[in-house]
């Protein structure tokens, strides 16, 4: 038998992110911690849903502020966009992917064709950046 909480509707979802946004405000760490309270059916439906944007799931899994160009590309993308991937950067010929499966965080390293290595984890930014560094 299934004990856990189903997942909410998505009226609820947006009410729920609705009120996250508005108290939060621009504070990413307010919303970080908003997030953290809510129940882990809910948390994760809003982490790949399109009420959040990429970003804010970056910041809220990795608590790192990327470069500028970095975090533009992913204040454009919806979190939906997270369950395929968000190319996040390109580094000589290497590309990072951002992407969540089953509600892990995993940053991909690829060639543009293939992934080379999937990094996971609260560390997966910096692992992924010592990779590529130390493959060039």
Same mark, same amino acid.
């Given at each position: ?11 609820? @979802? ?9 108290? !939060? &405000?621009?504070?990413?760490?307010? =919303? ?14 809003? @982490? ?5 944007? %990429?970003?804010?799931? +970056?910041?809220? +899994? ?12 992913? $204040?454009? $993308?919806?979190?939906? !966009? @997270?369950?395929? &991937?968000? %190319? ?5 010929? =290497? ?5 969540? /499966?089953?509600?892990?965080? $995993?940053?991909?390293?690829?060639? &543009? /064709? ?6 996971? &984890? ?5 692992? !992924?950046?010592?990779?590529? $560094? !130390?493959?060039?």
């Amino acid at each position: 038998m299934d004990t856990e909480d189903p997942a909410p509707s998505f009226p609820e @979802l947006v009410r729920i992110a609705d009120c996250l946004l508005d108290e !939060s &405000g621009e504070d990413e760490d307010a =919303l970080m911690r908003r997030l953290e309270t809510l129940p882990e059916p809910v948390r994760r439906e809003l @982490l790949v849903s399109d009420l959040l944007n %990429a970003w804010q799931v +970056f910041y809220y +899994f990795f608590r790192t502020v990327p470069d500028e160009l970095v975090q533009e590309r992913l $204040e454009l $993308e919806p979190a939906s !966009s @997270l369950v395929d &991937g968000v %190319a996040i950067d390109e580094i000589e010929l =290497l590309t990072r992917v951002f992407r969540v /499966k089953n509600s892990r965080p $995993e940053i991909i390293v690829t060639d &543009g /064709k293939e992934p080379l290595k999937t990094f996971t &984890g609260t560390s997966a930014v910096a692992d !992924s950046q010592f990779y590529i $560094e !130390s493959t060039l």
